[in-house]
Every structure is written in structure tokens, then in C-alpha cells.
């Protein structure tokens, strides 16, 4: 089972008038369609608005209500690198009102997460030599 178009605009229009964000992204299991009546919606966002743990805790719950069903919201903003990375390549972009700063976002990642890779492999061959 997979999440579907209703459910999405929900999604969409709710996030939209609570915090205009500029991406939105399903991911996890929504995508995969493995989706299980216990499963949770994995949502990422990207938007203008500061938002604070609590905040965004807060609108996971509202959306919660909203869609009968466990929600868990990432501001991509503040995910690590590795799940930034997972995110955008696993992902289904659900909304997008800046491409153009989608793109940025997405270069910014693949360039850190490419650095990080480089600085564990570093760190990987010190190990196998021990």
C-alpha cells in the first residue's frame, strides 16, 4: 500500500498554509509502497520559516490528526548530511516552488555528503591497517 493523491494535497495545502515551504518530500516506506496500516508518513521540508523542534513536533501531530496516521516531519534542513543525501535520492518531491534553490540545496548536499565519504574512506583505511 502507498499514500495516495488525496492524501498528498492534504499534505501539500496543510503544510502550504502553515509554514510555506518551498519543498516538500514524501519518503520511507509512503515511496516504497510497503506502506502498513502501523507505518508512519515520513515527510521532509524545506521552508523560510524557522522553526523550532517543538514547532515542528507540533505540526507532525496536527498533521497526525489530519491523516489518521503517525506522522514524522524533518526539516531537511537541519538533518544530517547522510539523511539529507537518503532523503533526496530516495524521496518523491511532492512540492516544489523553487526549483532553482532545490537544485542549490541538493549540490550543497551531494558536495558535503561527497567530502564526508572521503573523509571516512581517510579514516577507514587507518583502521584496516591496524
Known sequence: MSINEQQVELITDFLAKKISPYLIILFGSAVRGNLRINSDIDIAFLSNHKLNDYEVFILSQELADLLHREVDLIDLAKASTVFQAQILNTGRVIHCSDFS??????????????????????????????
Open 101 to 130: 534553490r532545490k537544485l542549490r540545496f541538493h549540490a550543497l548536499v551531494l558536495k558535503k555528503y561527497a567530502m564526508l565519504n572521503q573523509e571516512r574512506a581517510c579514516v577507514l583505511k587507518r583502521l584496516e591497517g591496524r
